[in-house]
């Protein structure tokens, strides 16, 4: 059953035949087909008729235009999709080239960006009444096809490239000549206008992935579609208009140190980056806007960071902050910048505390060296807090007080605990304590009064535990060395206690209470059992004088491991021979009262 070769010519010229009379379908239905292209665009390009939807095609109209379509497409003997995708194609080039492009020849600059802006969004709602009927062009058999882009994607290749990139210089030249304007603040400058002509250039085929064609129409790869894969907003925008703002600021920057201080410099940087973005708003890119922020750092503040930073002392000793909180916010976008401005601010903190604290007066009166303290923090807390709490800043304010309570300063006759004897230095810790200590002292209440208002000039009715959570405060710069912050104070408690120069068991026990807060229990352990034993010892007293009579003789039972070690623990204690008889007595009456518990003296 071999064919002859008469019998495959036959079958080639049915083909050929069947072929030609499917072409000529093809072109009737076409004509019927660009006349419901050529009616949707009218109306579309009518306001009155656009505004009015019941003007355009309704459901019925549009499944007949759409099943001429699937017909063509499914015809046998003839790819009837290629002869539409051409026709469709053909009609598009036209379209953008003889009616939309038509009114921008001749238009003025304003006029040009009026008219490409209304055709790309004559486009956009054209768009979707192409997809609406041709839609089967995109896929065959449910299939895509694999030589094409969508149908709705190739009205808008035909307007980038019959409307747009005719007229992009100009384009390009209008926008970069209003901006120029702007910044010259001339009036009656369209910035709407402009706006709009930015979305229409970032529009151009900001398709999503799943819309995007996959790959450019076979056998045209040419200057055109090789320029078809760098967005328009790139193109004609985005790199000319950091190139001319980068030119416009490096003149500007110069001219503005010549006519001002730092400081004004400062708020003209701070006011023309503020205009900037708002310029555009949410018009340009992310990325744009963050090479755009790029372009102004580098130009108005980088290229002057020299000048900047040594004026950045005298703005500080004039205390002028709310300078210091522009080159903070100005500063913040570069994570160096921002710590060089963060390690300056903190040496002059520390500097200025030393300047406070470092004489032989403060070491005497530790309350007037919680006062400095006190009114420095609230300086520089408030200066952070006008800066938005920015966290480098809050960094070198902790570690310039970490700094200065750690710095020896001279010493005074008094003894220090910890300290040996003789010794010329002693540290904010122990005068953190020292304070502490004449707080809680009968009589040192208002010795420990004067610094601890809010202005850091002294009150004596300030109340008692405004001034612990003061203290407090300020050892939690030092909370590095607590276990030496928790030896100071609990030889101090001793002492008050076994004196009996404590304020009273309940203030100690409040102290201590802020305290466990604030640093935690590890801290705090010990000291409450000193208090809970100074409690009990009252108790058993108590307890000794109804029993034996004796009032004048009194003794305090203390937990060994609670309190500050002796010097020597095992050495003993030489009783005087007058209170023998009272020893032995308590000794016996504490036997019988806890049994076999061991009374060390």
Known sequence: ??????????????????????????????????????????????????????????????????????????????????????????????????????????????????????????????????????????????????????????????FRTNVLAPVATRVTTAMMGMIEEDRSNQAGVDLDLLRNTVNTLKEQFALPASQTPSFSIQNEIDATNILLRKLPYDLYFAEVFLQSTSNYFRAQSTLWLQ????????????????????RFRLSISAQTRHELLDVCDRELLTEQKKAIFEALDDMMSQDRWDVVKLIYKNFSRNSAFLRATSEAF????????????????????????????????????????????????????????????????????????????????????????????????????????????????GEEGMDLEKKMDSVIMLMRYVKRDLDVVEELYQDRLAKRMQLQHTVGIDTERIMLTKLKMAFGHALTHRMEGMLRDYELSTDIMKEYKETSKRDRFSATVLTNGWWPRQADPFASCNVPDDLSDARQSFLMFYKLRNGNRHLTW
């Open 1 to 158: 059953d071999v064919c002859s070769p008469d019998l495959g010519k036959m079958y080639a010229a049915q083909n050929a035949e069947q072929y030609e009379l499917v072409v000529q379908e093809i072109e009737v239905q076409w004509v019927i087909l660009r006349a419901y292209l050529d009616k949707t665009y009218d109306r579309l390009a009518n306001p009155v008729k656009a505004a009015n939807k019941t003007a355009f095609w309704t459901a019925s109209e549009k499944m007949e235009y759409f099943n001429k379509v699937y017909d063509l497409c499914t015809r046998p003997h003839v790819n009837g999709k290629e002869h539409l995708y051409r026709k469709l194609e053909e009609y598009f080039d036209d379209l953008c080239s003889n009616k939309i492009r038509s009114d921008m020849e001749d238009a003025t600059p304003h006029d040009l960006l009026n008219r490409l802006n209304a055709g790309w969004q004559l486009q956009l709602r054209m768009s979707f009444w192409v997809m609406a009927v041709f839609r089967y062009l995109n896929s065959y058999g449910g299939a895509p096809e694999r030589n094409s882009y969508r149908a709705d994607i190739l009205f808008q290749k035909a």
């Open 259 to 278: 006519e001002t201080d730092i400081a004004g410099y400062l708020y003209l940087v701070d006011n023309t980056i503020a205009r900037e973005l708002d």
């Open 346 to 457: 903190g040496k002059f903190i520390y500097e200025a505390g030393l300047r406070k604290i470092d004489n032989r007066q403060d070491a005497a009166n530790p309350s007037l060296y919680v006062s400095h303290l006190l009114a420095l923090q609230k300086k520089w807390q408030g200066v952070h807090k006008l800066c938005e709490e920015e966290k480098f800043m809050g960094r070198e304010i902790e570690a310039s007080f970490e700094k200065l309570l750690h710095k020896s300063i001279p010493s005074v006759p008094e003894s220090i605990p910890g300290k040996p004897a003789g010794a010329s230095q002693v540290s904010g810790k122990h005068l953190l304590v020292r304070f502490c200590s004449r707080l809680l002292s009968k009589g040192g209440e208002k010795k420990a009064a004067t610094g601890l208002d809010e202005t850091g000039q």
